[in-house]
Each structure stands twice: as structure tokens, then as C-alpha cells.
């Protein structure tokens, strides 16, 4: 039998050298979080620019005063993408995580014989290069006429189906199971459970699920430009490649469209980092 | 009976799921191979069977060789890279400092913006324009009396500017990997370095010969993801210069030939060229990730 014995705080083997270390560590992140901004600092100080000031020359230049010029200018060119992302990452996220939901709670409370033999390929489906289904895609949305917003939608909640049926699987794996209360022979019981317990203690599962598909909807060009056909549908990635994606524009243009777009995911980000944050580890398999 | 009562209403619940991954992942892997071995090309279908012929075609195709190249040369870069930033910063993070929590934010946010948001950003940093056109990162080289560094970025020669495409990558992505060996890191547990401490080991050694040891199953996972993350990459190519042969990957070159030139043999060729590059590396990692959960 071996008996734990904590260490107190001040008796741990302290090296002399150890202030000097974490002041090098705090001088090593610093310098890094500097370097890791320098593409947020040209972004900010060249978006809030007067346009009369910008020029290659000045590209480092702080701005003499605060303009919205810029903003103003690239509004119009985005305005109908950003309400088009809104409409159809909102709705997205939402219905993918409900299905992802059931799902999880099937594989991980409710295991059918074979329920570890389906997870797995159901798994698969978030690696896949979308490039390998895209022909077929767009062709059985052209048949259907969805090549639109509604058919962009429909592909982000099929396609969300794997990562969100893995965040809940491991959410209600970590659940006790007499919470669950498993010994329900009847599965109509299991079904009143789900709905009833499993549901409304699933909360910060829907956060990190939500938020997660909400991001990669938002942030998604490739079935955009595949799935959408019209112009008035395009989501605000596609939107934004078209106004600052070439030379032509003028960069203040670009990076302003650039602030524009990715606000939402970054107030999402700000606001709730923490379930983002699980998501992004959910999506490494390391639930 | 018993087996239907008890079983039944959970099948229901996920087959709605498992007919939708089946036809729009399964079916349309399907779907794409047998499109691959046909002669559709132009707008309307075609599916007469021709063999083999869009692949070794694409053996022969330059610009299809020169996007593999490309794609090797950026895999090993941006991969190595975003390792070995990541890493670091998780090294620098592990112990629980005052504001790691703002570090760890400052390091992690590029993941929330879309990677068309970061193309145009790194676009205007890595612009080659001189003399007073002269911007972006080259400006402040020369600016700063760092002038050697002054490069022409993706427009440089092969294979550099597919290089400089991997250093946008890298920005966006090394915060994923600290926070996935920060998580490993966290995870030793405190009582084994304390007994290496009491044995003697320096702080170097404690994080050396204890904590790296248990990273290799998170260096795996790191290395999974990043792989097929770079195989897949369309986005920050496209949006950065999508008519440069330069930067050219398949997955842009599987885009222009099949939605732009409306070759869809060659384009749904080289969609099952990519499937099974990222299958060959995820599915022993799926397979790899059930089975260390059964053991648990």
C-alpha cells in the first residue's frame, strides 16, 4: 500500500534559476503574440484608414484619424452576403446539432447491436476531401433546383452530421448512466428520456455544437461556390472573394471587407471561446 | 419482439442519419470513382465506361504533376511548421502562467476567421511590388534595413512560392496545434514530475524525458490532421492567386478543370486521387481512435 504524500508548495525542489525562466517565458510569448498580430495590425490600421491616406507607402503607418470611409465604401458589396451567411449558418447549425443530438445519444446510451460499428463510418464523413463529392452534389441539387440557399443549408447540415454526432456522443458519454437511467427495458422510455432528461442537460453541448457548425458554415467558400448558382444567394465568403480578391481592388477595400466578414465568427470566438475551443478538440477525435 | 421494443425506436432515431451519410458520403464517393472511369466531359452526363484512361492520363498531364509537386512541397512545410510553432508555444504555455488564458486567445483566434479572410490579408503582406509601389512586408524589410529578405513570396520560383502560401497556412492554423499539445502537456500528471523533481531532474529534464514521452499519441493526431487539412486546402490557395500554376494544388486544379473547363472525368479523377491520399492517412486513425476507446 503506498500512501499519496502532496508535496507542499514551498518544499518543491525550486531551481534558482527559475524566476529567470518564466520571465524568458513571458518575454518568448510576448515576442510572439507580436509577431502572431502583424497581419491584425495592418488589417485594423489600414481598414479604419481615410482612403486619402492610404498608400502602399504608409502601409505601416498608424492612421492620423479614425475612418469609417472605407467601411462605407465596401458595406453595399457585402451586405447581401453577410445577411445570406446569417440565414443559412443560423438555421444550419441549429438543425445539424439537433441531429447530431439523437445521434450521439443513440451511440453512446441507447446502443444497438452494431452502434460501434456505425460510428466509426458515420465518423468518416467529416475527413473526406468534399472535393470527391462535389460532382454528384451539384448535380442532385441542380435536379432538385436547390442550387440555392436553402440547397446550401441542406449541405452544411448533412455534411455537419459527423462532428456533431462525435461532440454529443462524448457529451453523453461523460454522463452517468443511472442519470439516464438505462435499466428502461421499454424503448418508448428511452425516447421519453431523450427528450425529457438527456435534452436539457445537453446545454453546453449544444453551445460547443452550435458554435462550431455556426463557424464552419460561416467560414465555408468551397460549397458555396459549387452549390450556389446566383448571385443574390452567394454566402459572404464568396462575397468577400469577389469584392477584394484581386489586384484590382484597392487593398484598403479588401481588408475592410476582410474586418466585415469574419466579425461574427470573431464576436462568437470573443464571447465564447471556451466552447469553441471544445469543439476544436472535439474535432482532433480527443473528446 | 423484445429486441424490436427495445431497439426499434433508437434505429429510427438515427437512420435518418445514416441514410444521409450513406447517400451523400458513401453514394457520392461511389458515384464520383465510377464518373472517374467514364468519358463525361462538357455539360451534359455521360457515363460510358472508358477504363482507366482519365488516371494515366493525368500521369501524362504536366499541370496535374506540377500540382502534386506543389502539394508535397507544401505538405512537408506547412506541416513541419505549424508542428513545430505550435509546439513551442504549447512548451512556452505549459505551466500555468498568469494570463495564459489571454496567450492561448491571441495564438488561437486566426482558427475563427475563414481562410478567404486570411488569403487577403497574407495577399497584401506578401505583395511583391517595388520600387514606390513597394508594400507589405517587403516595405517594412526594407524599411528596417532587413533587406535580404525582400523575396518575391508566392510569386517566387518553384518551390518557394508554394512556401510562402505554407507560412499563411501556418498563421492560421500552429494555435490548433498548441492547444492539442497543450491538452497533452496538462495531462501528465503532476505527481510523475514531482517524483522526477525529487529524483533530482532538472526542470528541462522533468519536461524532456517525462512530459514529451506522453505527447507521441498527440504528435500522431497533430500530424493526421495537418496532412489532410493540406491535401484538402482550397480556400487559401484560391483566394490568394487562383490562376497561378505557381501555388497550384489539386484540389484548385480538380475545381478549374471540372467546374471551369467542365472536364468532369479528369476533375472527379483527381477528387478520387485526393480520397484516397486523406483516406490513406484517417482511416487507420479512426480505426486507431475506436479501438484506444474500447480499451478505456
Not at chain 1, 515576442?31 to 502572431?36: N, P, Q, R, S
Not at chain 1, 466578414?261 to 469553441?276: D, E, H, K, N, Q
Request: some cysteine; proline content about 4%.
Amino acid at each position: 500500500m503506498s500512501a499519496r504524500v502532496d508535496t507542499p508548495r514551498d518544499l518543491r525542489i525550486q531551481s534558482r534559476w527559475s524566476p529567470h525562466i518564466t520571465a524568458a517565458r513571458y518575454i518568448g510569448l510576448f515576442a510572439l503574440v507580436c509577431l502572431f498580430l502583424i497581419p491584425v495590425y495592418v488589417l485594423l490600421v489600414t481598414a479604419f484608414k481615410d482612403p486619402s491616406q492610404v498608400s502602399p507607402r504608409q502601409m505601416w503607418e498608424l492612421p492620423e484619424t479614425l475612418s469609417f470611409d472605407t467601411f462605407r465604401i465596401v458595406w453595399p458589396k457585402l451586405e447581401n452576403g453577410l445577411q445570406n451567411s446569417l440565414l443559412m449558418a443560423i438555421p444550419a447549425s441549429i438543425i445539424s446539432s439537433f441531429i447530431g443530438a439523437a445521434n450521439g445519444f443513440v451511440l453512446s446510451k441507447w446502443r444497438f447491436p452494431g452502434a460501434d460499428f456505425v460510428f466509426p463510418l458515420i465518423l468518416f464523413g467529416m475527413f473526406i476531401p468534399y472535393q470527391s463529392i462535389l460532382i454528384p452534389l451539384r448535380q442532385v441539387l441542380s435536379d432538385a433546383g436547390l442550387t440555392n440557399l436553402t440547397g446550401l443549408a441542406l449541405v452544411h447540415i448533412i455534411y455537419g452530421i459527423p462532428i456533431t454526432t462525435l461532440i454529443f456522443r462524448s457529451y453523453f458519454a461523460s454522463i452517468s448512466d443511472e442519470l439516464i437511467d438505462a435499466s428502461q427495458v421499454d424503448g418508448a422510455g428511452m425516447l421519453r428520456t431523450f427528450a425529457f432528461v438527456a435534452l436539457p442537460i445537453a446545454v453546453p453541448a449544444f453551445a460547443v455544437s452550435i458554435i462550431w457548425q455556426f463557424t464552419q458554415a460561416w467560414n465555408d467558400f468551397l460549397f458555396g461556390i459549387v452549390v450556389v448558382t446566383r448571385a443574390t444567394d452567394w454566402p459572404v465568403t464568396v462575397a468577400l472573394n469577389n469584392t477584394a480578391g484581386s489586384q484590382v481592388v484597392p487593398y484598403h477595400e479588401a481588408m475592410a471587407a476582410a474586418v466585415l466578414a469574419s466579425i461574427p465568427t470573431l464576436l462568437v470566438y470573443i464571447l465564447m471561446g471556451r466552447f469553441f475551443m471544445r469543439g476544436l478538440m472535439a474535432g482532433a477525435l480527443k473528446g | 419482439m423484445y429486441r424490436l421494443r427495445r431497439w426499434g425506436p433508437a434505429i429510427l432515431l438515427i437512420s435518418p442519419s445514416l441514410v444521409l451519410i450513406g447517400v451523400f458520403v458513401y453514394g457520392f464517393l461511389g458515384w464520383n470513382v465510377t464518373v472517374s472511369l467514364s468519358d463525361w466531359r462538357g455539360l451534359r452526363p455521360s457515363y460510358d465506361y472508358i477504363g482507366f484512361e482519365n488516371y494515366t492520363r493525368l500521369a501524362e498531364d504536366g499541370r496535374f504533376t506540377n500540382s502534386v509537386g506543389n502539394v508535397i512541397v507544401f505538405t512537408v512545410v506547412f506541416v513541419l511548421g505549424a508542428l513545430f510553432v505550435g509546439f513551442f508555444l504549447a512548451y512556452l504555455l505549459e505551466r500555468r502562467i498568469r494570463g495564459d488564458g489571454f496567450f492561448r486567445a491571441m495564438f488561437l483566434f486566426p482558427m475563427a476567421i475563414s481562410l478567404i479572410a486570411v488569403a487577403i490579408i497574407w495577399r497584401w503582406l506578401m505583395n511583391n511590388s517595388t520600387g514606390a509601389q513597394q508594400t507589405g512586408l517587403n516595405r517594412l524589410f526594407s524599411s528596417i534595413g532587413l533587406d535580404f529578405l525582400v523575396n518575391d513570396w508566392f510569386k517566387a520560383d518553384q518551390p518557394f512560392a508554394v512556401m510562402a502560401v505554407a507560412i499563411a497556412a501556418g498563421w492560421a492554423l500552429s494555435g490548433y496545434i498548441m492547444a492539442l499539445f497543450l491538452a497533452g502537456m496538462r495531462g501528465v500528471s503532476d505527481d510523475l514530475r514531482e517524483a522526477a523533481r525529487v529524483d533530482g531532474a532538472s526542470e528541462w529534464r522533468v519536461f524532456w524525458h517525462v512530459v514529451t514521452p506522453m505527447l507521441l499519441a498527440v504528435l500522431m493526431s497533430a500530424v493526421v490532421i495537418l496532412v489532410h487539412i493540406s491535401f484538402k486546402t482550397f480556400d487559401l490557395i484560391f483566394a490568394m492567386d487562383s490562376e497561378s500554376r505557381l501555388i497550384e494544388t489539386p484540389a484548385i486544379y480538380m475545381w478549374f478543370t471540372t467546374f471551369d473547363a467542365f472536364n468532369f472525368n479528369r476533375g472527379a479523377a483527381i477528387a478520387t486521387l485526393l480520397m484516397v491520399g486523406v483516406s490513406a492517412v484517417i482511416v487507420p486513425y479512426i480505426w486507431y481512435s475506436m479501438r484506444a476507446e474500447r480499451r478505456q
